[in-house]
């Protein structure tokens, strides 16, 4: 069936710090991919999606890649902030009509000054 | 005003309590979700509203009950619930249909525990 996996967290890096965080997925035919993020207190916010393969998702910094070959989409930017300190959600969308979502496990990522 | 609105933001309920949690979205979508958001484990879906025509039900407890009056309230009345369904609950909308399904808008949640 359709799934994604995340790499366990917490992540904790010092300000500046190069950020990579992992996402691999299993689905049939061409799913959406899309990195969502959650701040604390708050819901769910859409950061970036790549809806084929080789397209690059990018937005605030951040940057991910759909790669088919390796069926990942890892998050990255080259220098993170403490206000991007938040839990991270990888995601795909297999399809239709309708958005059926499924999502990763989080994510948290702590940002030290 | 933020897009999808949830109400109350807190709740306590024992478990014989009946309570329902609300949610309103001000962006015009057709479609709304309710989420299950628990400690390490990934979002579940649980109800999916398009056009106000349920169209999924992940195999939910009969327990919580969904209802969407028209495209821009969507209830979950909850009633005689267990300790783990303690979790926030995360009320979404989107624009569905066409090729490009617009991205989940998610409301800041309900925080529910039951005791």
């Known amino acids: 069936g359709n799934s994604v996996t995340q790499m366990e967290g917490p992540v904790t890096l010092s300000e500046e710090a190069f950020l990579t965080i992992n996402c691999t997925y299993t689905?049939?035919?061409?799913?959406?991919l899309f990195w969502y993020v959650q701040y604390p207190g708050e819901g769910l916010q859409l950061l970036l999606k790549a809806t084929k393969a080789d397209d690059k998702g990018s937005n605030k910094g951040f940057e991910a890649t759909y790669r088919k070959e390796t069926t990942s989409f890892h998050l990255e930017k080259g220098s993170v902030q403490v206000s991007d300190s938040a839990v991270y959600f990888c995601?795909?969308?297999?399809?239709?009509?309708?958005?059926?979502?499924?999502f990763g496990t989080g994510t948290l990522l702590a940002v030290q000054p | 005003e933020t897009g999808v609105t949830q109400t109350p933001r807190h709740l306590v309920m024992g478990m014989t309590n009946k309570k329902s949690l609300k949610c309103e979205q001000h962006l015009g979508h057709n479609a709304m979700y309710w989420y299950k958001q628990s400690a390490k484990k990934p979002l579940e879906l649980m109800f999916v509203?398009?056009?106000?025509?349920?169209?999924e039900n992940n195999s939910v407890p009969s327990r919580f009950s969904p209802e969407c009056p028209n495209s821009s309230h969507l209830f979950l009345h909850l009633h005689t619930l267990q300790p783990e369904d303690s979790a926030l609950y995360l009320c979404?909308?989107?624009?569905?249909?066409?090729?490009?399904?617009?991205?989940?808008?998610f409301g800041n949640g309900t925080r529910l525990t039951v005791t």
């Open positions: 509203y398009s056009l106000e025509e349920r169209v």
């Open positions: 995601a795909l969308n297999y399809g239709g009509a309708t958005n059926k979502l499924i």
């Open positions: 689905a049939t035919g061409y799913p959406s």
């Open positions: 979404a909308s989107s624009q569905d249909g066409g090729q490009d399904n617009s991205p989940l808008h």
